[in-house]
Protein backbone atom coordinates (compact mmCIF):
# COMPACT_ATOMS: atom_id res chain seq x y z
CA UNK A 1 0.00 0.00 0.00
CA UNK A 2 1.53 3.49 -1.13
CA UNK A 3 1.88 5.86 1.95
CA UNK A 4 0.25 9.30 2.03
CA UNK A 5 3.07 11.85 1.44
CA UNK A 6 1.03 14.76 1.57
CA UNK A 7 1.70 17.29 4.40
CA UNK A 8 -1.15 18.96 5.06
CA UNK A 9 -5.13 17.65 4.88
CA UNK A 10 -6.71 18.62 2.05
CA UNK A 11 -10.37 19.71 1.80
CA UNK A 12 -12.94 19.64 -1.38
CA UNK A 13 -15.04 22.79 -1.37
CA UNK A 14 -16.45 24.71 -4.77
CA UNK A 15 -15.93 28.42 -4.69
CA UNK A 16 -15.09 30.41 -7.85
CA UNK A 17 -10.95 31.49 -8.06
CA UNK A 18 -9.29 33.62 -10.20
CA UNK A 19 -5.39 33.05 -10.87
CA UNK A 20 -3.66 35.39 -12.57
CA UNK A 21 0.19 34.29 -13.29
CA UNK A 22 3.00 36.43 -13.72
CA UNK A 23 3.13 39.46 -16.19
CA UNK A 24 -0.34 39.78 -15.57
CA UNK A 25 -1.82 36.61 -17.38
CA UNK A 26 -5.38 35.42 -16.27
CA UNK A 27 -6.11 31.82 -16.29
CA UNK A 28 -9.81 30.61 -16.45
CA UNK A 29 -10.35 28.27 -13.18
CA UNK A 30 -13.23 25.10 -13.64
CA UNK A 31 -12.87 24.66 -9.87
CA UNK A 32 -10.66 24.27 -7.09
CA UNK A 33 -10.30 20.43 -6.57
CA UNK A 34 -8.78 21.03 -3.09
CA UNK A 35 -7.34 23.28 -0.90
CA UNK A 36 -5.07 23.07 2.30
CA UNK A 37 -3.07 24.77 4.79
CA UNK A 38 -0.14 24.96 2.13
CA UNK A 39 -1.73 25.53 -0.88
CA UNK A 40 -4.20 24.12 -3.82
CA UNK A 41 -5.07 22.24 -6.56
CA UNK A 42 -7.22 23.42 -9.59
CA UNK A 43 -8.92 22.49 -12.37
CA UNK A 44 -7.84 24.72 -15.21
CA UNK A 45 -8.70 25.26 -19.12
CA UNK A 46 -5.09 26.26 -19.72
CA UNK A 47 -1.97 25.09 -18.94
CA UNK A 48 1.03 27.07 -16.97
CA UNK A 49 4.49 26.00 -16.76
CA UNK A 50 6.13 24.46 -13.61
CA UNK A 51 7.62 27.72 -11.69
CA UNK A 52 5.82 30.10 -12.55
CA UNK A 53 4.35 32.79 -9.56
CA UNK A 54 0.65 33.18 -9.88
CA UNK A 55 -1.83 35.22 -7.64
CA UNK A 56 -4.90 33.04 -6.38
CA UNK A 57 -7.89 34.69 -5.04
CA UNK A 58 -10.86 32.32 -3.42
CA UNK A 59 -14.20 33.98 -3.08
CA UNK A 60 -15.92 32.88 -0.44
CA UNK A 61 -19.46 34.05 -1.36
CA UNK A 62 -21.37 35.64 -4.26
CA UNK A 63 -20.35 39.07 -3.44
CA UNK A 64 -17.26 39.15 -5.18
CA UNK A 65 -14.54 41.49 -4.25
CA UNK A 66 -16.94 43.22 -2.01
CA UNK A 67 -17.37 39.92 0.02
CA UNK A 68 -15.24 37.50 2.11
CA UNK A 69 -11.82 36.06 0.11
CA UNK A 70 -8.51 34.31 0.51
CA UNK A 71 -5.83 35.95 -1.56
CA UNK A 72 -2.39 34.32 -1.64
CA UNK A 73 0.80 34.12 -3.83
CA UNK A 74 2.09 30.88 -4.93
CA UNK A 75 4.56 29.15 -7.57
CA UNK A 76 2.78 26.52 -9.97
CA UNK A 77 4.50 22.80 -8.55
CA UNK A 78 2.96 20.52 -11.31
CA UNK A 79 0.71 20.56 -13.87
CA UNK A 80 -1.35 17.14 -14.79
CA UNK A 81 -3.95 16.99 -17.56
CA UNK A 82 -6.01 19.98 -16.69
CA UNK A 83 -5.29 19.90 -13.15
CA UNK A 84 -2.31 22.85 -11.46
CA UNK A 85 -1.10 21.90 -7.67
CA UNK A 86 -0.16 25.61 -6.47
CA UNK A 87 1.73 25.71 -3.31
CA UNK A 88 1.16 28.96 -1.15
CA UNK A 89 4.26 31.34 -0.36
CA UNK A 90 3.10 34.42 0.90
CA UNK A 91 -0.74 35.11 2.47
CA UNK A 92 -1.28 38.11 4.06
CA UNK A 93 -3.09 37.87 7.94
CA UNK A 94 -7.00 38.52 7.12
CA UNK A 95 -6.38 35.93 4.12
CA UNK A 96 -4.78 33.65 6.27
CA UNK A 97 -7.61 33.36 9.04
CA UNK A 98 -9.88 33.01 6.84
CA UNK A 99 -8.02 29.76 5.12
CA UNK A 100 -7.57 28.51 8.71
CA UNK A 101 -10.89 28.47 9.48
CA UNK A 102 -12.41 27.33 6.42
CA UNK A 103 -10.06 24.16 7.04
CA UNK A 104 -10.99 24.09 10.72
CA UNK A 105 -14.75 24.03 9.79
CA UNK A 106 -15.22 21.56 7.12
CA UNK A 107 -12.42 19.07 7.70
CA UNK A 108 -13.35 15.66 8.47
CA UNK A 109 -10.97 15.72 11.34
CA UNK A 110 -10.72 19.47 12.46
CA UNK A 111 -8.34 17.96 15.22
CA UNK A 112 -5.42 17.09 12.13
CA UNK A 113 -5.66 20.93 10.71
CA UNK A 114 -5.73 22.60 14.34
CA UNK A 115 -2.60 20.52 14.96
CA UNK A 116 -1.55 21.36 11.18
CA UNK A 117 -2.04 24.90 11.69
CA UNK A 118 -0.01 25.10 15.02
CA UNK A 119 2.70 23.61 13.56
CA UNK A 120 2.95 25.70 10.69
CA UNK A 121 0.93 29.16 11.54
CA UNK A 122 1.90 30.99 8.69
CA UNK A 123 3.68 30.03 4.69
CA UNK A 124 6.20 27.64 5.00
Not at 35 to 47: D, K, M
Amino acid sequence: MEQDKRRFTRIFLPFPVILNLEQGESQPVKQVKNLSVGGCLLNVTQSAEEGRNCLVTIYLSDEGDDGPFIQAQGRVVRQVDDDIAITFTAIDPESLFHLQHLLLYNAPDPDQIDSEIKSHPGIL
